[in-house]
């Protein structure tokens, strides 16, 4: 059983860049959550995604987008990018739909680290 | 609103010592709770949760915590450091009214030192 995958590991840019992540959630989730993780800090919820829509936001500029496909895959877009974007980003996947058995329990991937030049 | 608060942005601990890592939470209903662990350049996973059943939660590589609802709190703890402990780690409240979004706390760093 295949847990949460994330691409690519590392990737570097520069300012003004795009670019796109992408995250394949554990096998019978639907729901995808992106978090960004700057160095020495706690993650930072950026949106979550359940059935091809954006559910929930948190405090982050309208650079960042995403996108959820109908097998539930996800992708993290960021435009424009700052220094300040430098960071693990974070892919996790639940299971929001499932009456019942939602705890909240994420599952995380590995992280794409991104590094801003 | 429900809160996480980690007691301890950094903890150090001989090898072989009891770990205790404090969290105390703020919820306005029954939570669920977690902590998870972040290894150096990797992802979170997860140690242990607590969704409502027995209030003491035992989790992977020897750590337990304990539900206290009256005192609001749910401290990771392990008898015996191992060296492999050493890494960041994460207490989160599920939020009931909210699709149970995790609200996470700062994080605390674990040094195991020989």
Redesign the interface.
Same mark, same amino acid.
């Not at chain 1, 800090?41 to 950026?46: A, E, L, N, S, V």
């Not at chain 1, 299971?95 to 329990?105: D, H, I, K, Q």
């Not at chain 2, 703020?26 to 992802?43: A, E, H």
């Not at chain 2, 703890?77 to 979004?101: I, L, Q």
């Given at each position: 059983d295949a847990g949460?995958t994330q691409s690519p590991t590392h990737l570097i840019k520069t300012r003004g860049q795009q670019v796109t992540l992408r995250c394949s959630p554990k096998s019978g989730h639907d729901t995808v959550?992106w978090y960004q993780q700057a160095l020495g @800090?706690?993650?930072q +919820?950026i949106f @979550?995604y359940?059935e091809e829509e954006e =559910? @929930?936001r948190g405090n982050f500029p309208d650079r960042f987008s995403g996108h959820q496909f109908p097998n539930y895959s996800s992708e993290l877009n960021v435009n424009a990018l700052l220094l300040g974007d430098s960071a $693990?980003y $974070?892919c996790?996947s639940?299971e $929001?739909g499932v009456s019942g058995r939602?705890?909240? #329990? $994420? +599952?995380?991937? #590995?992280?794409s =680290?991104l590094t801003v030049l | 609103a429900q809160s996480v608060t980690q007691l301890g942005s950094h903890v150090s601990v001989s090898e072989g010592a009891l770990v205790l890592l404090r969290c105390n939470y703020s919820s306005s209903v029954p939570p669920y709770l977690f902590w998870y662990v972040q290894y150096p350049n990797q992802g979170l996973q997860l140690l242990l949760k607590y969704t409502s059943a027995a209030t003491l939660v035992k989790g992977i590589n020897g750590f337990e915590a304990e539900f206290k609802k009256s005192e609001t709190s749910f401290h990771l703890t392990k008898p015996s450091a191992h060296m492999s402990d050493a890494a960041e780690y994460f207490c989160a409240v599920s939020d009931a009214g909210n699709n149970r979004k995790l609200i996470w706390g700062l994080g605390t760093s674990l040094a195991v030192n020989p």
């Amino acid at each position: 059983d295949a847990g949460v995958t994330q691409s690519p590991t590392h990737l570097i840019k520069t300012r003004g860049q795009q670019v796109t992540l992408r995250c394949s959630p554990k096998s019978g989730h639907d729901t995808v959550s992106w978090y960004q993780q700057a160095l020495g @800090q706690g993650p930072q +919820f950026i949106f @979550q995604y359940y059935e091809e829509e954006e =559910r @929930q936001r948190g405090n982050f500029p309208d650079r960042f987008s995403g996108h959820q496909f109908p097998n539930y895959s996800s992708e993290l877009n960021v435009n424009a990018l700052l220094l300040g974007d430098s960071a $693990l980003y $974070l892919c996790a996947s639940s299971e $929001l739909g499932v009456s019942g058995r939602n705890t909240g #329990e $994420l +599952f995380f991937g #590995e992280g794409s =680290r991104l590094t801003v030049l | 609103a429900q809160s996480v608060t980690q007691l301890g942005s950094h903890v150090s601990v001989s090898e072989g010592a009891l770990v205790l890592l404090r969290c105390n939470y703020s919820s306005s209903v029954p939570p669920y709770l977690f902590w998870y662990v972040q290894y150096p350049n990797q992802g979170l996973q997860l140690l242990l949760k607590y969704t409502s059943a027995a209030t003491l939660v035992k989790g992977i590589n020897g750590f337990e915590a304990e539900f206290k609802k009256s005192e609001t709190s749910f401290h990771l703890t392990k008898p015996s450091a191992h060296m492999s402990d050493a890494a960041e780690y994460f207490c989160a409240v599920s939020d009931a009214g909210n699709n149970r979004k995790l609200i996470w706390g700062l994080g605390t760093s674990l040094a195991v030192n020989p």
